[in-house]
Protein backbone atom coordinates (compact mmCIF):
# COMPACT_ATOMS: atom_id res chain seq x y z
CA UNK A 1 0.00 0.00 0.00
CA UNK A 2 1.15 3.58 -0.95
CA UNK A 3 2.05 5.56 1.92
CA UNK A 4 3.44 9.28 2.56
CA UNK A 5 2.03 12.14 0.16
CA UNK A 6 5.91 13.24 -2.11
CA UNK A 7 5.79 16.55 -3.80
CA UNK A 8 8.88 15.57 -6.05
CA UNK A 9 8.35 18.87 -8.19
CA UNK A 10 8.63 22.81 -7.20
CA UNK A 11 5.73 24.19 -5.50
CA UNK A 12 2.11 24.28 -6.73
CA UNK A 13 2.52 28.10 -7.19
CA UNK A 14 6.15 28.31 -8.32
CA UNK A 15 5.22 29.74 -11.85
CA UNK A 16 5.20 26.01 -13.70
CA UNK A 17 2.57 25.67 -16.01
CA UNK A 18 2.11 21.69 -15.02
CA UNK A 19 3.12 20.18 -11.05
CA UNK A 20 2.47 16.58 -10.87
CA UNK A 21 2.15 14.43 -7.44
CA UNK A 22 3.86 11.78 -6.88
CA UNK A 23 3.21 8.80 -3.94
CA UNK A 24 6.36 6.44 -3.15
CA UNK A 25 7.39 7.35 -6.60
CA UNK A 26 3.95 7.19 -8.43
CA UNK A 27 2.84 9.95 -10.42
CA UNK A 28 -0.88 10.25 -8.62
CA UNK A 29 -2.51 13.54 -11.11
CA UNK A 30 -0.69 16.51 -12.77
CA UNK A 31 -3.02 19.40 -12.00
CA UNK A 32 -2.05 23.36 -13.21
CA UNK A 33 -1.40 25.88 -10.75
CA UNK A 34 -3.43 29.08 -11.20
CA UNK A 35 -2.58 31.88 -13.35
CA UNK A 36 -1.13 34.75 -11.07
CA UNK A 37 -3.45 37.44 -9.71
CA UNK A 38 -4.33 40.57 -11.86
CA UNK A 39 -4.15 38.88 -14.85
CA UNK A 40 -6.69 37.61 -18.26
CA UNK A 41 -6.41 34.52 -20.07
CA UNK A 42 -7.51 34.84 -23.51
CA UNK A 43 -9.29 31.35 -23.86
CA UNK A 44 -8.93 31.63 -27.68
CA UNK A 45 -4.64 31.25 -27.45
CA UNK A 46 -3.82 31.05 -23.90
CA UNK A 47 -2.22 34.43 -23.85
CA UNK A 48 -2.10 35.63 -20.25
CA UNK A 49 -2.49 39.94 -20.14
CA UNK A 50 -2.03 41.46 -16.60
CA UNK A 51 -4.29 44.74 -15.63
CA UNK A 52 -4.58 47.14 -13.23
CA UNK A 53 -6.55 49.77 -12.07
CA UNK A 54 -5.72 52.87 -13.11
CA UNK A 55 -6.43 56.61 -11.29
CA UNK A 56 -9.70 56.57 -13.48
CA UNK A 57 -11.00 53.71 -11.39
CA UNK A 58 -11.10 51.25 -14.49
CA UNK A 59 -9.21 48.23 -14.99
CA UNK A 60 -7.26 48.64 -18.50
CA UNK A 61 -4.27 45.89 -19.67
CA UNK A 62 -1.26 46.91 -19.18
CA UNK A 63 0.22 45.40 -21.87
CA UNK A 64 -0.90 46.13 -25.64
CA UNK A 65 -3.52 43.05 -27.16
CA UNK A 66 -1.27 40.55 -29.36
CA UNK A 67 -4.65 38.23 -30.87
CA UNK A 68 -3.63 37.29 -33.88
CA UNK A 69 -6.54 38.72 -36.08
CA UNK A 70 -6.33 37.87 -39.55
CA UNK A 71 -4.98 41.09 -41.52
CA UNK A 72 -3.42 42.05 -38.53
CA UNK A 73 1.14 43.13 -38.42
CA UNK A 74 3.66 42.33 -35.70
CA UNK A 75 6.62 44.64 -36.06
CA UNK A 76 9.60 42.72 -38.61
CA UNK A 77 6.80 40.77 -40.30
CA UNK A 78 7.52 40.50 -44.52
CA UNK A 79 7.92 37.77 -46.66
CA UNK A 80 10.54 36.58 -45.25
CA UNK A 81 10.18 36.62 -41.81
CA UNK A 82 6.38 35.67 -41.77
CA UNK A 83 6.60 34.04 -38.27
CA UNK A 84 7.64 37.28 -36.04
CA UNK A 85 7.04 37.90 -33.02
CA UNK A 86 6.14 41.07 -30.79
CA UNK A 87 8.56 42.84 -28.40
CA UNK A 88 7.20 41.98 -25.12
CA UNK A 89 4.25 44.60 -24.34
CA UNK A 90 4.06 45.65 -27.82
CA UNK A 91 1.17 43.26 -29.46
CA UNK A 92 0.08 43.40 -32.88
CA UNK A 93 -1.13 46.76 -35.04
CA UNK A 94 -4.92 46.57 -36.18
CA UNK A 95 -6.94 48.48 -38.65
CA UNK A 96 -10.19 49.23 -36.46
CA UNK A 97 -12.24 46.80 -37.86
CA UNK A 98 -9.61 44.26 -36.85
CA UNK A 99 -9.24 45.93 -33.69
CA UNK A 100 -12.84 45.26 -32.66
CA UNK A 101 -12.59 41.89 -33.56
CA UNK A 102 -10.00 40.97 -32.02
CA UNK A 103 -10.76 42.44 -28.45
CA UNK A 104 -11.83 39.12 -25.92
CA UNK A 105 -15.21 38.48 -24.46
CA UNK A 106 -15.37 40.63 -21.31
CA UNK A 107 -13.46 43.29 -22.22
CA UNK A 108 -13.88 46.34 -25.17
CA UNK A 109 -11.65 48.99 -26.89
CA UNK A 110 -11.76 52.43 -24.91
CA UNK A 111 -14.17 55.30 -25.83
CA UNK A 112 -13.13 58.64 -26.22
CA UNK A 113 -14.84 59.73 -23.15
CA UNK A 114 -12.66 56.70 -21.41
CA UNK A 115 -9.58 57.63 -22.98
CA UNK A 116 -10.60 61.26 -21.99
CA UNK A 117 -10.60 60.04 -18.11
CA UNK A 118 -7.93 58.48 -17.82
CA UNK A 119 -5.98 61.07 -19.28
CA UNK A 120 -7.50 64.00 -17.08
CA UNK A 121 -6.86 61.27 -13.95
CA UNK A 122 -3.24 61.28 -14.71
CA UNK A 123 -2.63 64.89 -14.91
CA UNK A 124 -4.07 65.80 -18.29
CA UNK A 125 -5.89 69.21 -18.93
CA UNK A 126 -8.07 70.39 -21.84
CA UNK A 127 -11.15 69.23 -23.18
CA UNK A 128 -9.98 65.47 -23.58
CA UNK A 129 -6.97 65.80 -21.78
CA UNK A 130 -4.71 66.50 -24.30
CA UNK A 131 -2.67 68.45 -22.68
CA UNK A 132 -0.64 68.47 -19.65
CA UNK A 133 1.70 65.59 -18.08
CA UNK A 134 -0.40 62.37 -18.25
CA UNK A 135 1.53 61.15 -21.42
CA UNK A 136 5.10 61.18 -18.93
CA UNK A 137 2.93 59.46 -16.33
CA UNK A 138 1.87 56.70 -18.55
CA UNK A 139 5.13 55.77 -20.74
CA UNK A 140 6.97 53.31 -19.66
CA UNK A 141 10.17 53.68 -17.73
CA UNK A 142 11.94 52.13 -20.06
CA UNK A 143 12.01 51.70 -24.70
CA UNK A 144 11.97 55.09 -25.32
CA UNK A 145 13.72 56.40 -27.97
CA UNK A 146 16.43 59.39 -26.95
CA UNK A 147 15.75 59.69 -23.89
CA UNK A 148 12.15 59.91 -23.94
CA UNK A 149 10.51 57.66 -21.36
CA UNK A 150 8.09 58.09 -18.79
CA UNK A 151 7.81 57.50 -15.24
CA UNK A 152 5.12 54.94 -15.48
CA UNK A 153 3.07 56.11 -12.07
CA UNK A 154 0.20 53.58 -12.39
CA UNK A 155 1.93 50.75 -14.26
CA UNK A 156 -0.02 51.74 -17.43
CA UNK A 157 3.53 50.91 -19.27
CA UNK A 158 3.35 52.35 -22.45
CA UNK A 159 5.74 51.30 -24.93
CA UNK A 160 6.72 52.82 -28.43
CA UNK A 161 4.90 50.17 -31.09
CA UNK A 162 4.64 52.49 -33.96
CA UNK A 163 2.06 52.23 -36.25
CA UNK A 164 1.95 50.31 -39.78
CA UNK A 165 0.86 52.65 -42.75
CA UNK A 166 1.44 51.78 -46.39
CA UNK A 167 3.19 48.76 -46.25
CA UNK A 168 5.99 50.08 -43.54
CA UNK A 169 6.36 49.91 -39.76
CA UNK A 170 6.37 53.45 -39.24
CA UNK A 171 7.93 55.32 -35.76
CA UNK A 172 8.73 52.09 -33.93
CA UNK A 173 10.46 53.76 -31.01
CA UNK A 174 9.28 56.99 -30.98
CA UNK A 175 5.41 56.56 -30.99
CA UNK A 176 2.29 54.68 -29.50
CA UNK A 177 -1.03 54.80 -30.79
CA UNK A 178 -4.09 53.61 -29.91
CA UNK A 179 -7.70 52.89 -31.18
CA UNK A 180 -10.58 54.80 -29.96
CA UNK A 181 -13.86 52.68 -29.73
CA UNK A 182 -16.88 54.03 -32.09
CA UNK A 183 -14.27 56.33 -34.14
CA UNK A 184 -12.99 54.78 -37.24
CA UNK A 185 -10.20 57.89 -37.40
CA UNK A 186 -9.71 58.97 -33.86
CA UNK A 187 -6.77 57.81 -32.30
CA UNK A 188 -4.63 58.43 -28.72
CA UNK A 189 -0.96 58.69 -28.80
CA UNK A 190 2.05 58.99 -26.50
CA UNK A 191 5.37 60.11 -28.18
CA UNK A 192 8.73 60.13 -26.89
CA UNK A 193 8.90 64.06 -27.48
CA UNK A 194 6.03 65.22 -25.49
CA UNK A 195 4.85 64.87 -22.15
CA UNK A 196 0.53 64.75 -23.16
CA UNK A 197 -1.62 61.68 -24.18
CA UNK A 198 -2.95 63.48 -27.28
CA UNK A 199 -5.94 62.84 -29.54
CA UNK A 200 -5.73 63.20 -33.30
CA UNK A 201 -7.61 61.74 -36.73
CA UNK A 202 -5.90 59.84 -39.34
CA UNK A 203 -6.73 57.68 -42.20
CA UNK A 204 -5.99 53.90 -42.80
CA UNK A 205 -3.37 53.09 -40.27
CA UNK A 206 -2.76 49.86 -38.47
CA UNK A 207 -2.31 50.78 -34.31
CA UNK A 208 -2.07 49.24 -30.94
CA UNK A 209 -5.09 48.26 -29.10
CA UNK A 210 -5.53 48.94 -25.53
CA UNK A 211 -8.35 46.70 -23.64
CA UNK A 212 -10.48 47.88 -20.94
CA UNK A 213 -12.59 45.57 -18.58
CA UNK A 214 -16.44 45.64 -18.92
CA UNK A 215 -18.35 46.78 -15.91
Not at 46 to 67: H, S
Not at 110 to 129: H, I, N, S, V
Not at 142 to 169: E, H, I, M, V
Amino acid sequence: MLTGLTKVKEALYSGKKLEQLYMDGVALFTVAPPPPQNTFTDPRDGQVYPFKTMPDNRVWMTVNLNYNQAGSYVYGYNLSNTTAQPTVGHGRLYTYSQALAAVPQGWHLPTDAEWTALALAAGGTGTYGENGVAGTRLKATSGWASNGNGTDDYGFTGLPAGYYYNNNFQRVGTDSLFWVDRSQTTYRYLQYSITTLSRNTLGSYQLSVRCIRDT
